[in-house]
């Protein structure tokens, strides 16, 4: 299925073939999405199909409210606009419109069976003479057939965003792929990153629960932030600790994987520490954290009851990870790291002795950051 941009792009020149004079098209497409409310797409005679992403909030600005498209969405009607009768009063849509060279303009909602808000399109022509009766007939026509095109995309775009914001994007493809039996797994060889934040429980005996989710949700993407600057990926939050991993789909790129794991560290080292400048000019107690890292094969898998599954990943790896970041509060350094990470990074790193890892009956070798 082509998307939705070159669906639009194929069908609007097709239009133009038929001698229906269109200018510009734009369709508006509501979303559940965790930071956008909407995508737009922009057709324009002669030019590429843009995608415009608009964030939470546009429906509350003077660009929306007032607009053809809030006119025909809340309504749902179709609205029409000559543009010899548009003056200063109008809504400055309109008035770009007018401005650009166009002379008549349309708008109308999709019919779709999804709930929620309708998608919306406006047409605008540049013709000296507007739409004939007939023009604007027909692109009511075509709308409703859009409709179904359409309503494909919206469903894809839901499950899409659901599975990513839920479980990230290369595991949520994987389920969205088909990966949802109970069983299922796959053993992949990574670099495993666990972090946790330093008495948590404690702040939230301290602190009241609004600030107990700021914090954590401040941390959390700064967390995300450092690892998706290098790569990385989250896999689960687990209260305030996150679960990452970075992929190496061969032994010969640990070098390379272990060095971004390494730079994501100190990202979120450099982040946290100006975090915490913040924090203490506005009174707050700063924000400690500890980092385990480890290399190792890890099993990613379906597991649960046979109608209620989490896509998680397992192995004694996952558990080595969490218990390095336990040694680092014992060890009093951000970083903890083991034996098998530092074998194959580049990056010199300092050795803290042999220490015991709770689980793991013999002695492990622990390694930090360099001086």
Not at 300 to 327: K, M, P, Q
């Amino acid at each position: 299925m082509p998307t939705p941009a070159l669906f639009i792009e194929r069908l609007m020149n097709k239009v133009l073939q038929a001698g229906i004079p269109l200018w510009r098209v734009y369709i508006g497409l509501q979303l559940i999405h965790p930071q956008l409310t909407a995508m737009g797409y922009m057709w324009r005679r002669g030019e590429k199909v843009q995608a415009i992403a608009r964030a939470y909030g546009i429906q509350f600005t003077p660009s929306y409210i007032g607009s053809p498209m809030q006119e025909a969405r809340e309504q749902g009607r179709a609205v029409r606009y000559r543009m010899k009768d548009v003056g200063e009063d109008h809504h400055v849509t309109l008035r770009d419109v007018k401005a650009d060279g166009g002379t008549d303009y349309f708008a109308t909602p999709m019919r779709i069976r999804r709930d929620g808000p309708v998608p919306v399109v406006t047409f605008a022509t540049d013709s000296r003479t507007g739409f004939s009766d007939d023009d604007i007939a027909d692109l009511a026509r075509l709308v409703d057939m859009m409709g179904a095109v359409i309503e494909m995309h919206v469903e894809r775009s839901v499950a899409e965003t659901v599975a990513n914001t839920y479980l990230g994007p290369q595991i949520g493809q994987r389920v969205l792929n088909g990966a949802i039996r109970r069983g299922e797994g796959e053993e992949i060889r990574a670099v495993l990153w666990f972090s946790d934040l330093r008495d948590f429980t404690g702040m939230n005996e301290r602190l009241a629960p609004s600030e107990v989710l700021e914090l954590l949700n401040n941390y959390l993407q700064l967390v995300g932030d450092a690892l998706g600057a290098h790569g990385g990926e989250i896999l689960k939050f687990i209260g305030d600790g996150v679960m990452g991993y970075f992929p190496a789909e061969d032994a010969l790129f640990l070098p390379m994987v272990t060095g971004a794991a390494l730079n994501a560290a100190r990202r979120l080292i450099g982040d946290i520490e100006a975090a915490n400048e913040a924090r203490a000019a506005g009174g707050s107690e700063p924000l400690r954290f500890g980092i385990g890292l480890h290399v190792g094969p890890v099993t990613f898998g379906n597991v649960g009851t046979e109608d209620r599954l989490d896509f998680t990943v397992i192995g004694s790896a996952v558990n080595r990870a969490a218990r390095l970041e336990s040694l680092t509060k014992e060890l009093g350094v951000p970083v903890c790291a083991s034996a098998e990470f530092n074998d194959v990074c580049l990056t010199a790193m300092r050795p803290l002795g042999k220490h015991v890892l709770r689980g793991i009956p013999e002695p492990v070798e622990i390694f930090t950051l360099p001086d």
